[in-house]
């Protein structure tokens, strides 16, 4: 008889949803990072497979590979191909919340900055969705 107990932890997210600020696939990545970060996920840990949490969470599986990849790319998670996402060993509480802490010191820079030439709000929003979308060019 399988065992119910799922071969993935059971993670603990708060509403994802289209309403929410942010794209979904950013709102899972951080969601992931906030359980990494509690020690709910430890080293090595399992993260659930590509397809069940799509299934889920109720979002295409290009959604959570989107998520996955950025995880990745933060040093958060490793992918073993054929085999599944995993937490990466220096994934720990420091350094999800360090990562966490550089990039909001990034935006409240930039935020200072566009406040200083007077940019109107929708113009800052306009301006970081051409940046996220040519990548990191300034």
């Not at 979904?24 to 996920?41: H, M």
């Not at 996955?68 to 490793?78: H, K, S, V």
């Not at 054929?82 to 060993?89: L, Q």
């Not at 409240?108 to 709000?121: D, F, H, M, T």
């Amino acid at each position: 008889m399988h065992s119910m107990n799922s071969d993935s932890p059971a993670l603990q997210f708060g509403p994802i949803s289209n309403a929410a600020e942010g794209p979904l696939y950013e709102q899972i990545a951080n969601a992931v990072a906030r359980e990494i970060a509690a020690q709910r996920l430890a080293p090595g840990e399992m993260l659930p497979s590509v397809r069940k949490l799509a299934a889920d969470l109720l979002v295409s599986v290009i959604t959570i590979k989107r998520a996955y990849e950025e995880l990745e790319r933060a040093g958060l998670i490793y992918s073993r191909q054929g085999v599944g996402a995993f937490v990466a060993e220096g994934a720990d509480a420091g350094s999800a919340n360090d990562a966490l802490a550089e990039v909001k010191a990034g935006l409240a820079a930039a935020i200072s900055a566009a406040r200083r030439a007077r940019l109107p709000e929708p113009q800052m929003f306009q301006l970081l969705r051409t940046m996220l979308k040519e990548g990191d060019r300034p």
